[in-house]
């Protein structure tokens, strides 16, 4: 099938967010109490959002396995390589307790969550319950104008496979799902299916770091999933999206 038949330049309706932010957590941050040696602090980062821009930071940080599971890592530590106080970074760290991804230690800082298979499995059967159903009735019903607007979103998550980028990946993925979603025109379906969404790209405790194979495969999906949808191919539609979700990477 060729790629993006019968579609038009057009600007997708949802925003994509596949360059995340450029304040990262180094590969050997680890919290004070494991290193007697500080690196130098990192670049300050703005102060206007500066709670937004490090709680995105960790957040990419834990996808590309750089925050590893099970570790404990201080928010002053993190905050001397981030050029910011603690404050900011405990703040971020706190919304990543509230969300699962960290426990608090106390006197300690934050420990990342340590997650089993058995849990993304649960995770990934309760997106299927959620997002197939909206998927196949939108196969039926939404012109294929609607899903050409969603192709830039697709080739995002193929150029960050390409890279092996897991953070551009994580959001470019994130904002594909729910692009297709947001045609149902349900806010409440968006949100809910982008946390379960988010929650199932933390990283295992057995395999903190996603293989670049296994996000191009997935990415690949995505663009066969678009192609159907756009020939209004609902039989094709079906056995994609119910294969997608099959998989630990959906």
């Not at 957040?59 to 750089?66: H, I, N, T």
């Not at 590893?68 to 390589?81: C, D, F, K, N, T």
């Not at 106390?106 to 997650?115: C, D, K, L, Q, S």
């Amino acid at each position: 099938m060729e790629q993006g038949r019968g579609c038009e330049e057009v600007r997708p309706p949802y925003a994509s967010a596949t360059a995340h932010s450029s304040v990262r957590v180094p590969e050997q941050a680890r919290g004070e109490h494991t290193h007697g040696e500080q690196p130098p602090p990192r670049p300050a980062v703005r102060r206007h959002s500066v709670r937004g821009q490090i709680l995105a930071a960790l957040r990419a940080a834990l996808v590309d396995g750089e925050l590893i599971p099970g570790q404990v890592y201080s928010a002053p530590a993190l905050g001397a390589r981030f050029g910011v106080s603690a404050t900011p970074v405990r703040e971020a760290m706190q919304q990543l307790a509230v969300e699962g991804a960290v426990e608090v230690v106390p006197n300690r800082g934050f420990r990342v969550a340590e997650r089993g298979p058995r849990e993304l499995a649960e995770l990934a059967e309760v997106r299927a319950l959620i997002e197939v159903p909206v998927m196949l009735r939108l196969a039926r019903t939404v012109a294929p104008a609607g899903w050409c607007a969603l192709r830039p979103l697709a080739d995002a998550t193929v150029a960050a496979a390409a890279v092996g980028d897991r953070a551009s990946y994580a959001e470019a993925d994130r904002a594909f799902h729910g692009a297709v979603l947001a045609l149902s025109g349900n806010t409440q379906l968006v949100a809910v299916a982008d946390e379960l969404h988010r929650r199932s790209q933390w990283p295992l405790e057995t395999n903190p770091v996603t293989r670049r194979a296994d996000l191009l495969a997935d990415a690949s999906e995505h663009t066969a999933l678009l192609d159907a949808l756009i020939a209004q191919d609902v039989v094709v539609v079906q056995s994609l999206v119910r294969e997608h979700f099959a998989g630990s990477g959906a």
